[in-house]
Structure formats: C-alpha cells, structure tokens
C-alpha cells in the first residue's frame, strides 16, 4: 500500500505539472488541464494522507471511509467548480454569502475536511496509534539507544 501511495503522488504531482504545462499553448490551457489538475490535486493529497496515517502491520484499518469520503468531497467539489455555467455577473446567485465556485472551493474543498479528519481521527484513535507492544518495542529501542550513548 506505500508503494501505491507514493505512486499516487508521483504520478498525481505529474498531472499537476502537464496541467500547468498546457497554460503556454497558444490560445491558453485546454479544458482537459483544468481536469488533469483535478485529478492531480485529489490523487496527491490522498497520497500524503495515506502516507501519514497508514501503519506498517496494519494499512489504513478504519480511515478507508473516511479517506474515501475525502476523495469524493475533493474530487466532487472540483469537478462542481468546473461544471458549473459561466459567472452571471451581478445576477450569479449566492451560497451562504459568497457566488457558487468560491463557497464550493472554501466550504466543501477547504472546510469539509478539516471537519472530517480530525474526527475520523478521533474514531480511529485506539486502533492507529501504538499497541502496548508497540510501545515495549519504541522503549527498549530508546533503552538500548541511552546505554549505548553512556558507553
């Protein structure tokens, strides 16, 4: 599963890059880059968070739906953005205080999340964090660590 994760950001981080690329073609970027950078974007924050939260003996355990949940407000809200008609001006209508593309990218994008993860987190306390032996393990590596230094 790291290997896949590294995949992920190596090959999502790419994207990114093709999709900034296309921004000197002549005539402007093409509507693919705008999801190639999507795609990108979804891939290499699924990526880091893996990374961060998966266990050597144990992958993701429970964080699989949370994670999943992300990747579908992520990549959903996206793809909201760009599917949604071109601006109306004055006339665009308003979600909670602000037109429709900025509140999907501060709200769904950017506020979702920290909602989500923190308590899926919290739900998966007990079970990603260190095991009693685990913890024997961490401590006899300091023990040993601590006399080799007083030799």
Excluded: K, N
Excluded at 59 to 83: K, Y
Excluded at 99 to 108: E, G, K, Q, S, T
Aim: proline fraction near 5%; hydrophobic fraction near 60%; aromatic fraction near 8%.
């Amino acid at each position: 599963m790291r290997r896949a994760a590294v995949a992920a950001i190596v090959l999502s981080t790419c994207a990114i890059g093709v999709s900034y690329a296309t921004a000197f073609f002549a005539g402007g970027a093409p509507m693919w880059a705008a999801w190639l950078f999507a795609v990108g974007m979804t891939g290499t924050i699924l990526g880091t968070l893996t990374l961060g939260a998966m266990r050597r003996d144990r992958g993701l355990g429970r964080l699989v739906i949370p994670f999943i949940i992300m990747t579908v407000l992520l990549g959903g809200g996206l793809a909201a953005v760009f599917l949604l008609p071109a601006d109306l001006g004055a006339a665009e209508p308003l979600l909670l205080g602000l037109p429709r593309r900025a509140a999907i990218v501060l709200y769904v994008i950017g506020l979702l999340p920290i909602l989500v993860l923190p308590v899926a987190y919290a739900l998966t306390f007990a079970d990603q964090t260190l095991r009693p032996d685990d913890l024997e393990r961490v401590l006899h590596a300091a023990r040993a660590a601590r006399a080799e230094a007083a030799r």
